[in-house]
């Protein structure tokens, strides 16, 4: 059964420092891994989706790697804002970890 | 293109009663999947739909039941509330690509909050 955790739980970071997100997953059979960010009281949205056969996907200051051999994904925020303060979950195989809440003060 | 539209997006219950959620999506998309967020228990999948007039249980099915008549409807009841299921549930979709089907990604809607007294 796959088990996905997220490591750090909640993060507080000021603004301007880059910072990495980690999520790992037990099984490896994966197709595909999905970044998402919730904002308080609303829905989950895309960040990045990696398929198996990639290690890094980009998306203007995100930058997301996979390692299916070592179960991990890293979600990379360079020169982090305030208005990236959010939750961000991850998801393998329709899985998800308890997410990082992250606050970025000016 | 208003993606996965959920409704109703709040409503309170009293033990007991019933209630159906309606998930629609415009994507044409063949999955279709049921999550309820907790605190601290991140979101779990209640049940799926790989197509319609299909539908499969997920990690929490109990004290739920769905229904796909149509491609782009997903319907979530509970036949019997109990406070238990206060919660805030999500619908999501995707697509596939590839045979044997392989789920892409994951497109959500904004959520129905649900209070059981």
Not at chain 1, 78 to 101: E, H, N, V, W
Not at chain 2, 76 to 91: D, H, I, K, N, R
Request: aromatic letters at 8%; glycine letters at 10%.
């Amino acid at each position: 059964k796959q088990e996905v955790t997220q490591i750090p739980a909640a993060l507080s970071v000021p603004e301007g420092e880059n910072l990495v997100l980690n999520c790992s997953f037990t099984d490896s059979a994966i197709y595909n891994l999905q970044w998402f960010r919730q904002d308080p009281g609303k829905g989950l949205t895309s960040l990045l989706l990696i398929q198996s056969s990639q290690r890094e996907q980009t998306s203007g200051r995100l930058n997301a790697s996979l390692d299916k051999s070592s179960g991990r994904s890293t979600l990379y925020i360079a020169a982090s804002q305030p208005g990236d303060s959010a939750t961000y979950l991850c998801a393998a195989k329709l899985i998800f970890g308890t997410g990082t809440r992250l606050q970025v003060f000016p | 293109n208003a993606g996965v539209t959920q409704t109703p997006k709040f409503r309170v219950l009293k033990t007991g009663q019933s209630m159906t959620l309606l998930c629609a999506q415009d994507m044409n998309h063949e999955y279709m999947y049921w999550y309820r967020q907790d605190p601290g228990m991140g979101l779990r999948l209640i049940h799926y739909s790989v197509g319609e007039g299909t539908t499969a249980k997920g990690e929490v099915p109990d004290g739920y039941n769905v229904s796909r008549l149509k491609k782009q409807n997903f319907l979530l009841g509970l036949e019997s509330a109990a406070p238990s299921q206060t919660s805030v549930y999500f619908c999501a979709s995707s697509g596939t690509s590839g045979l044997p089907p392989i789920v892409g990604e994951l497109f959500f809607g904004e959520g129905s909050r649900l209070t059981v007294l």
